[in-house]
């Protein structure tokens, strides 16, 4: 047999062995394939363990022994932090100083015969005390006689309490003597034994002291009496040192509440002290009529947006709101367990006592739960007193809300989901007297952290939540003179100590500016906040031209405050009310 034959004979020999061998080999592979494809999850299930992965991580405890534990996890304590919890950094260098000049006179020689100023307040009893405040401040710039105002007894909050049955009247006229004088009723015209008849009549919004001595006085100068009816927000937010420096001696000192309120409060605060040496308290305004005015989505689906559509319904001057942009904008009070989480996150654990002062709250238990949980030592009024002691208040909107106010007043912290009325008038107060933590969520950053925290770990979460909330626990100087409203920021008279505020001028030179950039950056760690907040801007239709609150940064030591309400016109009934207080 020729060579070359021989070996293409071999070659198909040994080709013919290793097919039996080829043929095993892909059965082989082919059994793999089928189980492997038998084994493997099915897409839904796939995709479900990826988002799992997002807010799971694997932890190895020990060798061989695996277990899911989720990102997020909030601590049952607040931490290590480098601050007070209880207290504001160099809040003993500042104080109220509303004293009158040497050049204010006595209303013996300014105030006018015959010419007597009435009022009708509005709203709930922290708009009414707006009103009260700035009424004594416009008697004092017409010349006039006040006469004790009247509070509003036809309202959304549906209270006939009048003005001496919530606050004490002796003292108001009597603190105030020196600046205005004040009377308790119309006396009778020097004509004859008729009383005077008011003439009434209304000022627009935030009316300068320019505009009453153009609209008023002369009606006033000729009608002998003149009552201004829906009196809330009508004096302009900047005026004269002297009327601001009065403003704070009426709201701080010349208000007082009767003795029956007051002995209530106090011992309610005396309550709370025998639980903890420290308390918080929360002003949580998530009531369904709150909710719907807000427009904001709350995560509770088509049930909620079908429950709170109806309420809005009520208001026909609302228009359809973006719930998305609303959020965006920091227009959306945070909920109940949000304010937990931030007050966590800001260094208050789980054994701290927390008083609610609160209506009541969409979706109720279920909805503070969360909160709770977070704080179970929860108190209101009613769990600290017993309805005996509550009954000659329960059936008065406005002696509840006074309750509520005292133990706010003297808490050692104060925490608002909302910038309401009583949350201004807590917050002016504190800055008053002593700058007392106050709390105020700067919503606008805070809801992306809300949003996106199940992507976090917890100390990437607190550590964010605590850089954005600088300048928003009332420290001194965090909102910048003469801005937001003066009864939130009373800047002129608060006062800093000369000799501190030397010192610490002389320490501050010692520094250099790198070294306080240095300070600043390793103070906290952030997340991303490569933010473009140039479509958030809210507009201000109504700010005058001496009110410019519409100026919004983002700067830690002189933020801007405004309520999330104002671009609102509130001319229609109970709209304004309902979310006043």
Known sequence: MPPQRRRNNNFYQRFRLMIPIISAFAAVLLFLFVLISFLAPSPNESDDHIHRRRQYTTVTVEE????????????????????????SRNSEHFFGCSNASSKFQKPEVITKPNRYLLIATSGGLNQQRTGITDAVVVARILNATLVVPKLDERSYWKDSSNFSEIFDVDWFISYLSNDVKIIKQLPSSSKGRRAFSAYRMRVPRKCSEK??????????????????NKFDYRLANRLDTEYQ??????????????????EMGEKLVQRMRMRKKHYVTLHLRFEPDMLAFSGCDYGGGEKEQKELSTIRRRWKTLHKSNPDRARRQGRCPLTPEEVGLMLRALGYGSDVHIYVASGEVYGGEETLAPLKALFPHYHSKETIATKEELEPFSTFSSRMAALDFIVCDESDVFVTNNNGNMAKIIAGRRRYFGHKPTIR????K??????????LTWDVFASSVRRYQKGFIGEPKEVRPGRGGFHENPSTCICEDSVAKAAKNSDSRKFSKDDAIKKDVADEVDVDDND???DDDIDNDNDDDDDDQNDLTDNAMFNETMSDYETLNFEGPELEEIISD
């Open 441 to 444: 969520p700067n919503a606008k």
């Open 446 to 455: 805070l809801y992306r952290l809300f949003m996106n925290r199940g992507n």
């Open 245 to 262: 420096k009065l403003r704070c001696r009426v709201n701080y000192h010349g208000l007082r509440f009767t003795d029956p309120i007051q």
């Open 64 to 87: 061989n022994d695996a277990i899911e534990k989720p990102v997020f996890i909030v601590p049952k304590d607040g931490g290590k932090l480098s601050r007070d919890l209880w207290s």
């Open 532 to 534: 473009n907040d140039n």
């Open 211 to 228: 505009c009453y001595i153009n609209r008023i006085l002369p009606v006033l100068v000729k009608k002998h009496a003149v009552q201004l």
